[in-house]
């Protein structure tokens, strides 16, 4: 079955360290990966996703399929930073539908 | 542009009440899909549709109903409300090829 587990209910760091955040899948073909965030009182909204291959607000996310994962880093965590982060799966077969099988999701928590 | 827009933003109801829960867009967009946010379990899928006129089942379709008359609206029913549909719902929308999810603010429902 097609899953996404995000292992971390909440990461706390300080400003300025290092950040990851992981995620992991479960897929049988070759998958279709996203990262959404959702910042205090705004609307979820995608951060990155794999085949971009780009960094937004200094994050990056490599799909490694040997292990499986898509973990989100960055090296310097800002304050602004902090918010709700999503891992996202395409649903086998549904690449122009929108269908989207999501993690637990992870809190980030930056303190100053 | 006002993207998506749900409404309400917050509804109590009590146990075996129906509402409709309202979603519209205003971006053309052809891929329409309802989810529920619940601590620790993410996001999952409703019901999704792919144009006016088709809709289809999700992960979690049961106790809900929808109907997609005009690409603009896609109406998420609760017919007899349970507690267990107390839950953060959010309306989403996207054009082929994968493009990013447009997500809605959420209508917040709390079932007592």
């Known amino acids: 079955a097609q899953r996404v587990t995000q292992p971390e209910k909440l990461l706390s760091v300080f400003k300025g360290a290092p950040v990851e955040l992981k995620c992991n899948y479960s897929y049988s073909g070759s998958p279709e990966l996203f990262w959404y965030v959702q910042y205090s009182r705004q609307r979820l909204q995608l951060l990155l996703r794999?085949?971009s291959r780009e960094s937004i607000k200094g994050f990056t996310a490599d799909l490694n399929k040997g292990e499986t994962s898509f973990h989100l880093k960055k090296p310097f965590a800002q304050e602004e930073d902090s918010a709700m982060y999503y891992c996202?799966?395409?649903?086998?077969?549904?690449?122009?539908?929108?269908?989207?099988?999501f993690g637990q999701g992870t809190t980030l928590q930056v303190k100053p | 542009n006002a993207g998506v827009t749900q409404t309400p933003k917050f509804q109590v109801l009590k146990t075996g009440q129906s509402m409709t829960l309202q979603c519209a867009q205003d971006?053309?967009?052809?891929?329409m899909s309802w989810y529920r946010q619940d601590p620790g379990m993410g996001l999952r899928l409703i019901h999704y549709s792919v144009g006016a006129g088709i809709t289809d089942q999700g992960e979690v379709p049961n106790g809900y109903n929808v109907s997609r008359s005009t690409t603009e609206d896609f109406p998420l029913r609760l017919l007899s409300a349970a507690p267990s549909q107390t839950s953060v719902y959010f309306c989403?929308?996207?054009?082929?090829?994968?493009?990013?999810?447009?997500f809605g603010n959420g209508t917040r429902l709390t079932v007592t």
């Open positions: 996202a799966l395409s649903y086998y077969g549904s690449s122009n539908t929108g269908k989207l099988i």
């Open positions: 989403a929308s996207t054009t082929p090829g994968n493009s990013p999810l447009h």
């Open positions: 971006m053309n967009h052809e891929y």
């Open positions: 794999h085949i």
